[in-house]
T-cell receptor, first 114, second 112 residues
Framework: SAVISQKPSRDICQRGTSLTIQCQVD?????MFWYRQQPGQSLTLIATANQGSEATYESGFVIDKFPISRPNLTFSTLTVSNMSPEDSSIYLC???????????FGSGTRLTVV | KQEVTQIPAALSVPEGENLVLNCSFT??????LQWFRQDPGKGLTSLLL?????REQTSGRLNASLDKSSGRSTLYIAASQPGDSATYLC???????????FGQGTTLQVKP
């Protein structure tokens, strides 16, 4: 199956700043997905990132807070903007990697906002 | 809107016991269903993928079944071991949107 490299693996940020998370897939994929996992919770879909078009956001998530880029079929970034302590979570990217392997996930970014 | 529910939320068993984790979904128009394992503070590891046309998949001590008509999937773990202690997540892939929607997970503890 494909491998997704995600970075940074963790970061501690000051409130009011922004952090950009990167995901690189070792093969071309049509769709990429970004998830948030708040402490003790399951994964919640933030948005779907398609190459060549704007990301599609789920209810409760907006582009100004979570801008996403998808410059090509192997790469995507998620920015968490104007951070507050409530943004402290694990952020994960994912892609359907085909060949019967289903969805593959990056290793996650553990974000702490202080 | 697809909703995925997992029961129980937590489970504690002695080593060696066979156990079943349950997952239900509201929209039967799924493309496939995938079971993941997550260790504390770690990312997700894919365990089993069941295509919508399949009834079950097996990998070692794990067996996952899928019944689309009833909106249910089960993960069977045979002869549980302390190393199986983790959170198990099921996720349904929408046939219409390709989105992967997760249940809340079952946290398993296997005691030596």
């Amino acid at each position: 199956s494909a491998v997704i490299s995600q970075k940074p693996s963790r970061d501690i940020c000051q409130r009011g700043t922004s952090l950009t998370i990167q995901c690189q897939v070792d093969s071309q994929v049509t769709m990429m997905f970004w998830y948030r996992q708040q402490p003790g919770q399951s994964l919640t879909l933030i948005a779907t990132a398609n190459q060549g078009s704007e990301a599609t956001y789920e209810s409760g998530f907006v582009i100004d807070k979570f801008p996403i880029s998808r410059p090509n079929l192997t790469f995507s970034t998620l920015t968490v903007s104007n951070m507050s302590p409530e943004d402290s979570s694990i952020y994960l990217c994912s892609a359907p990697t085909g060949g019967g392997y289903g969805y593959t996930f990056g290793s996650g970014t553990r974000l702490t906002v202080v | 809107k697809q909703e995925v529910t997992q029961i129980p939320a937590a489970l504690s068993v002695p080593e060696g016991e066979n156990l079943v984790l349950n997952c239900s979904f509201t929209d039967s128009a799924i493309y496939n269903l995938q079971w993941f394992r997550q260790d504390p503070g770690k990312g997700l590891t894919s365990l089993l993928l069941i295509q919508s046309s399949q009834r079950e998949q097996t990998s070692g001590r794990l067996n996952a079944s899928l019944d689309k008509s009833s909106g249910r999937s089960t993960l069977y773990i045979a002869a549980s071991q302390p190393g199986d202690s983790a959170t198990y997540l099921c996720a349904a892939v929408s046939g219409n949107t390709g989105k992967l929607i997760f249940g809340q997970g079952t946290t398993l503890q296997v005691k030596p």
